[in-house]
């Protein structure tokens, strides 16, 4: 929506020049015809009526840019052409200044002006009444209202129909802006997820090939080199495998290898199956891997299964964890501990030996720790990461069911 200039406000609009100028006319033409409503009062002539003609044609030119200014040269130019014998024209520019005083002036200029016009007609038909006692003061009081009244209130009412109608465009503004920011939330995030999904999901396995492929190239042992390409080869087919279907999922998330059942989402059982695959692909690095997992079997304490969500960012810790170990880990042991409390919440450490290295055995962008620790703050966990002494020590608290879920 653009603005009007300071300038451009000030200047009449085009259609209160063409009023202004109509009216002046007609009332000339009026006077030149001699059709006034009535006789002089007081003895004034009435070439007056001119006079209060030409005054309020002028404010008429004024009825949007200055409302109350134009309403305020209007009432005494009314009341001579009252005085001077009544033009028609000039009771209709009156009462179109009435209307636009409240419809273009401000809130309180618009219940003034529509409190007065009921106070001036009642007070007007009082005094006519004790003075004049005459039926026709009856006619004499529905005229006034028409010229006060009626468009006063007429101007209310379609001022609060304009202010309606503008707050009920703003609130559609706003809630498409609102609507708008959402979308581009909820975009934001899928994309984040997806970014963290896709990351856990092949980057163990691509850091598994690159580490095995470096060993391949540089150690003289046949035998070796065929332990080292098998591991390429398993790992190629599993994360080929991973990226199909997370290719599946996005184009359909209810088709899955082919078939209709929902996607698999990894949980807690299969931690064994995780620590000896990475015991595989550290074998050659002089890496071993243990799990300790001390959670409460699920049997055994009611309610004790973690929320999916909770499981799955759990198992995406570990796995991002022994990649890390499997890039950066000094030889030694890696150590898993999970435990587990009986409202359901999960504690994942994972110890791997810390030692000053010329460099990574995999190349790495740092996006695993921030996915962990989006992961956690999203279900309102805490994670820790950082070296203890000679080992790399990763500690992460994930809240119960309960909690989870009143999240």
């Known amino acids: 929506m653009s603005r009007r200039s300071p ?17 002046l006319l007609f009332g000339l033409l009026l006077w030149a015809l001699g059709l006034n409503g009535g006789p002089p009062l007081f003895g004034l002539p009435s070439a007056l009526t001119l006079v209060a003609l030409t005054a309020i044609s002028g404010a008429e030119l004024m009825r949007r840019t200055a409302p109350r200014t134009a309403l305020a040269i209007g009432v005494p130019a009314f009341a001579l052409d009252t005085c001077a014998g009544t033009l028609i024209a000039t009771v209709l520019m009156f009462t179109d200044l009435v209307y636009a005083a409240v419809l273009y002036g401000g809130p309180a200029t618009a219940r003034r002006v529509a409190t007065l016009s009921v106070l001036v007609t009642v007070g007007a038909t009082v005094v006519l009444a004790a003075i ?15 010229i006060t009244i009626a468009p006063a209130w007429t101007g209310l009412i379609i001022r609060d129909h304009r202010d309606a109608a503008r707050t009920a465009r703003l609130r ?14 909820a975009v934001t995030g899928e994309r984040t997820r997806m970014a963290r999904e896709l990351h856990d999901m092949v980057a163990n396995h691509l850091s598994a090939i690159a580490i ?8 003289d042992d046949p035998a070796a080199t065929r332990e080292a390409l098998g591991v390429i080869r398993e790992n190629s087919v599993q994360g080929l495998a991973e990226m199909r279907r997370l290719i599946g999922l996005l184009r359909d998330p209810t088709a899955r290898d082919g078939g209709t059942e929902p996607a698999a989402t990894p949980t ?37 299964r973690p929320a999916a969500p909770v ?18 880990a000094a030889p030694g042991e890696v150590r898993v501990r999970i435990a587990q409390r009986p409202d359901g919440a999960l504690t994942v450490v994972v110890r791997s030996p810390f030692a000053d290295r010329p460099g990574p055995r995999a190349p790495g962008s740092g996006a695993g720790l921030v996915g962990m620790r989006e992961r956690i703050a999203l279900l309102g966990g805490t994670f820790d990461a950082g070296p203890d002494g000679t080992v790399w020590l990763v500690r992460a608290a994930l809240p119960g069911a309960e909690k989870e879920v009143r999240r």
């Open 311 to 328: 499981e799955l960012a759990a198992y995406r810790i570990v796995q991002e964890s022994l990649t890390n170990a499997l890039k950066h």
């Open 172 to 185: 559609a503004e706003q809630t498409a802006l609102l609507a708008e920011m959402d979308r581009t939330q």
């Open 268 to 304: 807690l059982d299969g931690l064994d199956a995780l620590i000896a695959q990475a015991g595989t692909n550290g074998a050659s690095s002089g890496l071993t891997f243990v799990l300790d997992d001390a959670r409460h079997p699920a049997g055994e304490v009611p309610g004790a």
């Open 7 to 23: 300038a451009a406000r000030r200047r009449p609009h085009r259609v209160d020049v063409a009023a202004a100028g109509s009216g």
């Open 132 to 146: 004049w006692r005459h039926p026709q003061v009856l006619l004499v009081s529905v005229a006034l209202a028409l």
């Open 212 to 219: 095995h492929a470096t060993a391949a190239q540089t150690i």
